[in-house]
T-cell receptor, first 116, second 114 residues
Framework: AQSVSQHNHHVILSEAASLELGCNYS??????LFWYVQYPGQHLQLLLK??????LVKGIKGFEAEFIKSKFSFNLRKPSVQWSDTAEYFC??????????????FGKGTHLIIQP | DADVTQTPRNRITKTGKRIMLECSQT?????MYWYRQDPGLGLQLIYY???????NKGEISDGYSVSRQAQAKFSLSLESAIPNQTALYFC?????????????FGEGSRLTVL
């Protein structure tokens, strides 16, 4: 079965610091990759996604992620974080087998706290 | 208005009670899902449905049942709630015609079982 590993469960940064959150997945075939964000008290919102083409994808609010197939990784980055980036971040994978989407497999999440 | 609506948003109940969480969507998607979120565990798939006549178990379906009353409605039931079912529950939808599998989430239903 597909599994997703997020390396950091809790990250604390100061404003303007650079951010990188690690994500690795286990499936070796065709995958679609996602990062979702959950702000305090809210539902999950899509930050960015990769399904083909340029392995460096840009999302909302200045976030980007790079798909490295050889490393089974899809790390999330942001050059300069803001206090408003405080949230829970989830990496997710859809191991598309041609039969359609049967749901995403999520990592356990990274709780990011940005200190003013 | 939200495209994916969950009711109730918050519910406190007692052990042994039957609980139903409802989800409706206006996105026109054929696929619907129920996930459970626990702190430190991420989201786990309970059930998913590809259309009205297609219901599938996810990774943690024990103790839960679902009903797909219409394309736009997908409800989750706990026949006899127990305290370890205390969690945040999310309904989600996806579009069969889009092979990326992106999910669109409701705002969540927080369930507390005493």
């Amino acid at each position: 079965a597909q599994s997703v590993s997020q390396h950091n469960h809790h990250v604390i940064l100061s404003e303007a610091a650079s951010l990188e959150l690690g994500c690795n997945y286990s499936y070796g075939g065709t995958v679609n990759l996602f990062w979702y964000v959950q702000y305090p008290g809210q539902h999950l919102q899509l930050l960015l996604k990769y399904f083909s083409g340029d392995p460096l994808v840009k999302g909302i609010k200045g976030f980007e992620a790079e798909f490295i197939k050889s490393k089974f990784s899809f790390n999330l980055r942001k050059p300069s974080v803001q206090w408003s980036d405080t949230a829970e971040y989830f990496c997710a994978v859809n191991s598309y087998s041609g039969g359609g989407a049967d749901g995403l497999t999520f990592g356990k999440g990274t709780h990011l706290i940005i200190q003013p | 208005d939200a495209d994916v609506t969950q009711t109730p948003r918050n519910r406190i109940t007692k052990t042994g009670k039957r609980i139903m969480l409802e989800c409706s969507q206006t996105k026109g998607h054929d696929r619907m899902y129920w996930y459970r979120q626990d702190p430190g565990l991420g989201l786990q798939l309970i059930y998913y449905s590809f259309d009205v006549k297609d219901i599938n178990k996810g990774e943690i379906s024990d103790g839960y049942s679902v009903s797909r009353q219409a394309q736009a409605k997908f409800s989750l039931s706990l026949e006899s709630a127990i305290p370890n079912q205390t969690a945040l529950y999310f309904c989600a939808t996806s579009d069969r015609t889009k092979s990326t599998g992106e999910l669109f989430f409701g705002e969540g239903s927080r369930l507390t079982v005493l």
